[in-house]
């Protein structure tokens, strides 16, 4: 369900409003969860039974100086992987490809030759980032796991740099070969 619909709902036990909630302490999170866990969320749109909240997710709160897409994914038409980046996250790939398409870049990998600093350095001016060791490890942890995993795409939506420069997978989408999964 999208996020957007959990902040209009609300428990229809005790009205407690909202199925999203920042809180600052420990003592927050335990008094928002004990009015969560075990009532009904009613959401707009859907029957007035609701859903039956069963468990809470607790997230860090992330200070976000920029954020970016990076993913990779099997090129249908070549048979050989990608890696398809971009200077604007948080959007979603059609939305960023509708308002933002000249900042989308794209880089083959040659399966024989592997991927290499180099043109990690590159996709790291592209996207900016003057640090690029990081960013390159992170990239080429992320094409191992690809190659490994058997995955057809693994994307990172926002990719997200703090204040601290800590890069940070936000969000994270990994679609794995139904025909390896017997390998996994």
């Known amino acids: 369900m999208q996020g957007l619909a959990r902040t209009k709902g609300f428990f229809r036990e005790n009205g407690f409003k909202s199925g999203i909630h920042i809180c600052d302490t420990i003592q927050d ?10 009532k009904h969320l009613v959401l707009p749109h859907q029957n007035e039974d609701g859903l039956m909240c069963n468990s809470v997710l607790v997230m860090e709160h992330l200070e976000i100086e920029k954020q970016y897409f990076l993913a990779i994914s099997l ?14 996250g948080g959007l979603s790939y059609a ?17 024989d030759k592997g ?25 080429k942890n992320l094409y191992e796991c690809f190659l490994q995993r058997d995955c057809l795409s693994i994307i990172i939506n926002p990719l997200v740099v703090t204040p601290a420069r800590k890069f940070i997978a936000a969000n994270t989408q990994i679609r ?3 025909d390896a999964l017997y390998r996994q």
Do not use: W
């Open 29 to 38: 999170v335990q008094e928002v969860a004990d009015k969560m866990l075990g």
């Open 176 to 178: 794995l070969d139904e």
């Open 75 to 88: 090129d249908v038409k070549s048979g050989q992987p990608v890696i398809t980046y971009s200077d604007v």
């Open 95 to 111: 939305r960023l490809c509708q308002l933002y398409p000249e900042r989308i870049y794209h880089h083959q990998i040659d399966f």
């Open 115 to 139: 991927i290499d600093f180099v043109n990690l350095a590159q996709v790291a001016d592209k996207l900016g980032i003057y640090e690029s060791s990081r960013i390159s490890f992170m990239i």
